[in-house]
């Protein structure tokens, strides 16, 4: 008997599966048949301007938004998307400026947060989409909370990653920029120019994670390129600029959440430092009710921690959505 088949032997008597070496584990039946979602990339012209967005899942099956973040797109939902989209009309826009829509000259488009919530919602009203769920990180939480106070009504429940509603999320790594908005000059605007450099882009990708290995070298290499292009190092600093103006705002995104009681899932990075867990706690203030997982993870959580991330938010929109579908 050779040492395989004693091994199988072995096992059979214990009661523990083998598989000869060429030989792979059977799988759930359910899971073996499931589809794989197809993903579409289109273009709509939102006030003369092109906006990318990456689409999936069902028609007429409810949408769930999915809002970047800085300095990347709809590239980082990639993985998401497809595990999601079996059940939910999965649309995920880049931002004018951002990703594979249009870069306007700043002097045809003014880069504002409010400009960019305003051409976001119009995408939603070009593509028929009268309610939604949003996931929101970075540059994605003032966008989506800037149209969830303007349109209430038509949020169903909310995903919160490492995105800002509240002052005690804005660390040390705010203070350059902090500067820049009390006095907009020119010396302070260079003064936070590497923040559009690779090392920085690189930075927010690996640092924190709880498994680098886990992290793609393509995506700091996407979006650096895209960076790159002429003229989006200004388009990137504007909006830094232009951040500050998300700040008064906050009273009204927490009245938002007072009034309206979105059901809301908040999964966040601990160890981010641009939006770092300090962040995340105050949201329980205005939403008692939101359910918390504080991950082992960065600025990017989704590139380390998709496989904890995604079982989270289809149970949440599981529970939240289809049941009030009912």
Request: proline share 7%; aromatic share 10%.
């Amino acid at each position: 008997m050779n040492k395989l088949s004693l091994l199988a032997l072995v096992c059979l008597v214990s009661g523990n599966p083998v598989f000869a070496q060429d030989a792979c584990p059977k799988v759930a039946s359910a899971t073996a048949a499931r589809a794989v979602p197809v993903i579409h990339y289109k273009t709509a012209n939102i006030d003369g301007i092109n906006v990318f967005y990456r689409e999936a899942g069902p028609a007429g099956a409810p949408v769930l938004l999915l809002l970047h973040g800085f300095p990347t797109s709809s590239h980082m939902f990639r993985n998401l998307i497809p595990l999601l989209a079996d059940r939910y009309h999965v649309i995920a826009p880049d931002f004018p400026g951002f990703g594979q829509s249009d870069s306007p000259d700043r002097s045809k488009f003014k880069y504002t947060f409010a400009n960019l919530a305003d051409v976001t919602d119009k995408l939603t009203v070009a593509l028929g989409v009268k309610k939604y769920s949003m996931y929101m990180m970075d540059y994605g939480a003032p966008v989506g909370y800037r149209m969830a106070i303007k349109h209430p009504e038509r949020v169903q429940t909310l995903v919160v990653q490492n995105g800002n509603a509240y002052v005690e999320g804005l660390g040390a790594f705010w203070d350059p920029i902090k500067a820049y908005w009390a006095d907009g000059s020119q010396s302070r605007r260079e003064a936070i120019a590497n923040l559009v450099t690779l090392p920085i882009t690189k930075f927010q990708y690996t640092d924190g994670m709880s498994d680098v290995s886990r992290i793609s070298p393509d995506n700091w290499m996407v979006d650096q390129a895209l960076l790159d292009r002429p003229g989006n190092r200004e388009i990137q600093l504007d909006l830094f600029l232009d951040y500050g103006t998300n700040l008064p705002l906050y009273p009204d995104f927490q009245a938002f959440f007072r009034a309206r009681k979105p059901p809301t899932l908040i999964v966040w990075g601990k160890n981010d430092k641009i939006f770092p867990e300090a962040g995340a706690h105050p949201y329980l203030r205005d939403l008692p009710a939101a359910e918390m997982h504080i991950l082992d993870s960065g600025h990017f959580a989704l590139e380390d921690q998709l496989h904890v991330m995604a079982p989270l938010i289809h149970n949440f929109l599981d529970r939240k959505v289809c049941k009030d579908a009912k």
